[in-house]
């Protein structure tokens, strides 16, 4: 018992090389410049021989919305995680503006970052406490307010009898999957950051909850004008970015880099095998070629019809 005790000990002493309790680093520092990764590459530390992505160099504008596209596996979450500082890149540089991530205090880094997850946390607690979570400091009660009306969640609140004293349940089992994403949004507002991350949002959502949810983000990423990255695979939720990046392996080397980026016309518009993966990523159907659909061979055909069901269900 004591060597077992000495072990979790030595475990909870442990330093972690990316300390957020750390004072050092810069922590008057601006968050909203272009983010810009330059010939990053990376592999995860358990697996040092599988590198994901390869001399990545990515500018994401600041103030726009951004959505990156690729297969599964191809470095999307990484690139987001890389921007928390949850790793340290194996090579390159991620910056804002001009201040590499490495010199900025990870709290401050961190407190400046809004993030919503495929499936968000929530407390058994109030609503309000659950979107109050979002701050470090005290937030009034009209703060709460201002930020479920943001996230399109002020609704649904205050049709419950208990308004923003509504107790959420164990993992907020007491809301619907559409509701509990609001709330997370709310509570990723309250803190107002620089830069807003929205991974797989909606991804896990039905139809009507997702379009729901779509909407809120759609009004959110309009009227905010901060620096938003989406992760997502609905073509509902990344056809109004700004820009699309889309994510793949330009060689045999191993890892991934940007093999296209553009609007959603523009990519639409481009015939190359970038826009081919695009839309087999995102949107699982060729639209552009519906008027000569006859023309066909009856298995592709079949095949798209498929995806599609697959894609709308």
Request: proline share 3%; hydrophobic share 40%; aromatic share 6%.
């Amino acid at each position: 018992a004591v060597e077992a005790a000495n072990d979790l000990l030595e475990i909870i002493n442990r330093k972690s090389q990316l300390d957020p309790l750390d004072e050092s680093g810069l922590k008057d520092v601006n968050l909203t410049g272009d983010i810009v990764y330059e010939n990053v590459t990376f592999a995860y530390p358990s697996r040092p021989e599988k590198t994901v992505l390869k001399d990545l160099n990515l500018r994401i504008p600041a103030g726009k919305s951004v959505a990156l596209v690729g297969g599964s596996g191809c470095g999307k979450s990484t690139i987001v995680q890389l921007l928390q500082r949850q790793y340290e890149p194996s090579a390159g540089t991620v910056r804002v503006g001009n201040t590499p991530l490495k010199e900025i205090n990870l709290a401050t880094l961190r407190e400046g970052l809004g993030v919503v997850s495929q499936e968000p946390r929530l407390f058994s607690a109030t609503v309000e406490e659950n979107i109050a979570l979002g701050s470090r400091s005290r937030v009034t009660h009209a703060e709460v307010e201002a930020a479920a009306q943001k996230a399109n969640a002020a609704g649904f609140i205050s049709d419950f009898a208990e308004k923003y004293e509504t107790h959420c349940g164990s993992r907020g089992s007491q809301l619907s999957g559409g509701q509990k994403q609001r709330v997370a949004i709310a509570r990723a507002l309250i803190r107002h950051p620089s830069i807003l991350i929205f991974d797989e949002a909606t991804s896990a959502l039905d139809n009507a909850s997702e379009r729901v949810v779509q909407a809120a983000l759609d009004r959110l990423i309009e009227s905010t004008g901060v620096t938003t990255i989406i992760i997502a695979h609905r073509l509902s939720t990344i056809r109004r970015a700004d820009l699309i990046v889309v994510l793949g392996q330009r060689d045999d080397a191993g890892g991934s880099a940007v093999v296209q980026q553009g609007s959603h016309e523009e990519l639409m518009k481009d015939e190359d095998a970038a826009s081919e993966a695009l839309l087999e990523f995102a949107v699982p159907f060729d639209f552009r070629r519906t008027s000569s659909m006859c023309a066909c061979d009856p298995a592709v055909l079949a095949s798209r019809f498929v995806c599609l069901f697959f894609f709308l269900s």
